[in-house]
């Protein structure tokens, strides 16, 4: 796999909890932060396509909304695996 090495610089107790939140799950830092970064990624497309739906239309109604936010809520067997 190709890989792009890039240098990156945080405040200095973010960067201690990121360090500390890879351990933690039990990975190098550079896998938890692509993670991190893919993540990112996702929810900033995610935000993009629903701003883009609902200028065409219409907003998004408080029960639809609702009903996503728990389809969306991960379930007890994601939360788990997200710590193990």
């Known amino acids: 796999?190709?890989?792009?090495?890039?240098?990156?610089s945080f405040?200095?107790?973010?960067g201690d909890a990121v360090r500390a939140a890879a351990r933690?799950?039990?990975?190098?830092?550079?896998?938890?932060?692509?993670?991190?970064?893919a993540a990112k990624l996702?929810?900033?497309a995610l935000w993009n396509?629903?701003?883009t739906w609902e200028a065409e239309h219409g907003?998004?109604?408080?029960?639809?909304?609702?009903?996503a936010a728990r389809e969306l809520r991960p379930?007890?067997?994601?939360?788990?695996r997200a710590v193990s």
């Open 1 to 8: 796999m190709k890989v792009d090495k890039i240098s990156i």
């Open 11 to 14: 405040e200095s107790g973010l």
């Open 24 to 37: 933690q799950r039990g990975t190098g830092l550079s896998g938890w932060l692509a993670e991190a970064a």
């Open 42 to 44: 996702r929810s900033e």
């Open 49 to 51: 396509y629903l701003e």
């Open 59 to 67: 907003p998004l109604e408080p029960d639809e909304l609702e009903k």
């Open 75 to 80: 379930s007890d067997s994601d939360r788990s």
